[in-house]
């Protein structure tokens, strides 16, 4: 079983699991809940891990093609796209068109993704919204979601490898 470390998100998982619970199975005998509270304890532990390594992917690509922001870690990177063309007049004009370049191919790249992915993933990754959350926005089903994104995802690393942008 994974543990999660960071104490907030570890509180949100086990809250949000609780919430789920009691929403969907609260009608159910008292001896049947344990085991299906860790079924979905766990299944948000995984669905935590997921996005986090995902979100990462994504920090770490934005992060490489920025400039440097110093030792802020909790900047979104969408934040990071907006100032980089504003805030770093250190780098050199042509590492200056080049991440513009890089930028513009990002956009047109998550422009392209077909609609429901370009929705799932926005709201996920860019917006950190949960599951449930961009679930209820979107009008579907969890597991939608995570397919959406996961499709997303996949497709931008693709397109970004096929247009030789590399970390």
């Given at each position: 079983?994974?543990?999660?470390?960071?104490?907030?998100?570890a509180?949100d998982?086990?809250?949000?699991?609780?919430?789920r619970l009691?929403?969907?199975?609260?009608?159910?005998?008292?001896?049947?809940?344990?085991?299906?509270?860790?079924?979905?304890?766990?299944?948000?532990?995984?669905?935590?891990?997921?996005?986090?390594?995902v979100?990462s992917?994504?920090?770490?690509?934005?992060?490489?093609?920025?400039?440097?922001?110093?030792?802020?870690?909790?900047?979104?990177?969408?934040?990071?796209?907006q100032?980089?063309?504003?805030?770093?007049?250190?780098?050199?004009?042509?590492d200056?068109?080049?991440?513009?370049?890089?930028?513009?191919i990002?956009?047109?790249?998550?422009?392209?993704?077909?609609?429901?992915?370009?929705?799932?993933?926005?709201?996920?990754?860019?917006?950190?919204?949960?599951?449930?959350?961009?679930?209820?926005?979107?009008?579907?089903?969890?597991?939608?979601?995570?397919?959406?994104?996961?499709?997303?995802a996949?497709?931008?690393?693709?397109?970004?490898?096929?247009?030789?942008?590399?970390?």
């Amino acid at each position: 079983m994974f543990a999660v470390r960071e104490e907030e998100a570890a509180l949100d998982i086990v809250q949000d699991a609780m919430l789920r619970l009691s929403e969907r199975y609260g009608d159910r005998a008292p001896g049947e809940l344990p085991p299906l509270f860790q079924r979905i304890l766990q299944n948000a532990i995984r669905d935590w891990f997921r996005r986090q390594k995902v979100r990462s992917t994504w920090v770490t690509l934005f992060a490489a093609l920025a400039p440097g922001r110093g030792e802020e870690d909790d900047h979104d990177p969408l934040e990071t796209l907006q100032a980089a063309g504003e805030s770093n007049r250190e780098a050199s004009p042509p590492d200056q068109l080049e991440r513009s370049q890089v930028f513009e191919i990002i956009e047109d790249e998550v422009a392209r993704l077909p609609a429901r992915q370009r929705q799932a993933f926005i709201m996920r990754y860019w917006e950190e919204l949960d599951v449930a959350q961009t679930a209820r926005a979107m009008g579907c089903s969890e597991g939608s979601v995570k397919t959406h994104c996961s499709r997303a995802a996949h497709a931008l690393a693709a397109a970004l490898r096929a247009r030789g942008i590399t970390l």
